[in-house]
């Protein structure tokens, strides 16, 4: 589905040439929900604005169904955001003057009735249907995160990328957030996502590790979820 061949990215500075990414292969596929983890600074948010076309690698490949993203035209990439792909961070920005319906609907350039239904069911299934009259300063964290994700699926993206979604919530609020990716996965959504926590990563079913600019594990993750805590324990131990 996603393919990465050769990604290279590097930062400069003056003079001074920074590499973040170094020669990474990684091959993404349908219904793959991978937990990328790495020490702070390790490239995490790089890599997936690299594979995401919000940034550009110094060089390499990105295919998304045998296409290069990174050789694509404006307007290729352009219907791939719109399209194929939605993104869900630790911080997701909402219009402040606008209700959660309409920031939900916001992800939409059309809004006739379907939209507007299509909307609706979403917010019902992330359980802030309540907060849907609301503005953004009137919810919670964790009501306004799951607004932010019920906007993200109403493109009905291919992948969804997430980059440290859980970062501001309470546990309470994070396990909800990964009870619903759970459920979305279950369903075949393919989902890459970015965290600092092993507990957290043992939802997935892939498990990447990014050290010294390249993936030294990438290992698919089988068991329960206190199966999968115990073998990251194992796998990640370098930085912990
Ligand atoms: N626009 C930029 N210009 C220069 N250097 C950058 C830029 N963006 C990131 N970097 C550097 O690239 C490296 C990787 O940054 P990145 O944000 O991808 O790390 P990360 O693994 O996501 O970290 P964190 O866990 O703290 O979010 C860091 O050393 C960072 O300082
Ligand atoms: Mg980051």
Redesign the pocket.
Same mark, same amino acid.
């Given at each position: 589905m996603l393919e990465i061949k050769s990604l290279s990215k590097s930062?400069n =500075?003056g003079k001074q040439v #920074?590499p @973040?990414l170094k020669n990474v292969n990684v091959d993404i596929k349908e219904k793959d929900f991978v937990m990328i983890m %790495? *020490?702070?600074? =390790? %490239?995490? =948010?790089? #890599?997936l604005n690299c594979i995401s076309t919000l940034d550009t690698p110094s060089s390499g490949q990105v295919c998304f169904n045998n296409k290069d993203m990174v050789k694509a035209s404006f307007s290729q990439i352009q219907s791939f955001r719109m399209n194929d792909v939605s993104f869900v961070f630790q911080e997701n920005v909402m219009i402040d003057t606008l209700t959660m319906f309409e920031n939900v609907m916001m992800a939409s350039l059309e809004h006739h009735n379907d939209v507007k239904q299509q909307a609706k069911e979403l917010m019902v299934s992330m359980r802030v249907d309540h907060v849907m009259d609301k503005f953004p300063s009137q919810v919670s964290t964790g009501e306004r995160q799951r607004c932010a994700i019920a906007r993200a699926l109403m493109n009905k993206p291919a992948i969804l990328f997430a980059? *440290?979604p859980t970062a501001a919530l309470n546990p309470m609020f994070a396990k909800e957030v990964m009870d619903i990716f759970t459920t979305l996965n279950e369903q075949g959504q393919t989902i890459v996502m @970015?965290t600092?926590s092993l507990k957290i990563a043992s939802y997935g079913n892939r498990f990447l590790l990014?050290q010294d600019g390249t993936f030294s594990v990438d290992e698919c993750l089988s068991g329960t979820r206190h199966e999968n805590h115990e073998r990251l324990l194992e796998l990640a131990r370098d930085i912990l």
């Open positions: 930062y =500075s #920074f @973040v %790495g *020490e702070s600074g =390790s %490239g995490k =948010s790089t #890599f980059d *440290e @970015v600092h990014l």
